[in-house]
């Protein structure tokens, strides 16, 4: 067991910050938007595995334009809760980016390390465009500056859980999502 992991399913889970109905109808809205700027063009989601999938799966069919969706799997060094920014891609597109409209879809922007990499991998690929939807932005976190477009929440610095996001690949099943409290370490003394 990592230092991080969690003890058992109850002892870790905490309040509900934003509700299964809170966000389904933040992605709507953000579906809608998405429809109106990208008018008579075909888009291309990409999302980041696995956080990303449940919210990217969601996004999608609140989009009224013909979409395609890929994936991309990155593994970044670090501790269970933090990103180190030394990221590496475990699993690429199958897709071709040139002249593609592409959309990022990320579950959580925290320092931005991740997507700050991602991105200028992406732009190599010459995408026709290349912008960036996270659901979740920790704003006072962020030490790399990225534009990013669509937003669903502005959270507070809180670890959190559910709606795809893990914790040790646990909890990412639960409908709303939580905070996680995390204990505090063990004093073998
Ligand atoms: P960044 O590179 O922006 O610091 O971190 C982004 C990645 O770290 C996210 O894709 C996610 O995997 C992970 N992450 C950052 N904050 C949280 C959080 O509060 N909860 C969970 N489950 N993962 C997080």
Do not use: W
Request: charged share 30%; aromatic share 6%; proline share 4%.
């Amino acid at each position: 067991m990592t230092r991080d992991a969690p003890r058992s399913t109850e002892d870790l889970l905490g309040p509900i910050m934003l509700s299964a109905e809170t966000i389904a109808s933040k992605v709507k809205e953000l579906g809608q938007q998405i429809t109106k700027d990208y008018q008579n063009h075909e888009l291309l989601l990409v999302a980041i595995l696995k956080g990303a999938s449940i919210f990217a799966s969601d996004l999608m069919r609140s989009i009224d334009l013909i979409t395609e969706i890929d994936f991309i799997a990155i593994s970044s060094y670090g501790s269970t809760t933090k990103t180190s920014g030394v990221v590496r891609i475990v699993k690429d597109l199958d897709s071709d980016l040139t002249d593609r409209d592409v959309l990022i879809v990320e579950d959580i922007v925290d320092s931005g390390l991740t997507l700050s990499y991602l991105k200028r991998n992406l732009l190599s690929r010459s995408p026709r465009s290349l912008e960036i939807c996270s659901l979740l932005v920790k704003e006072e976190k962020q030490r790399t500056k990225i534009n990013i477009r669509y937003i669903g929440f502005e959270i507070p610095d809180n670890f959190v859980v559910g709606y795809g996001l893990d914790i040790g690949q646990k909890y990412r099943n639960l409908p709303d999502i939580h905070k996680l409290i995390i204990p505090e370490r063990e004093n073998p003394h």
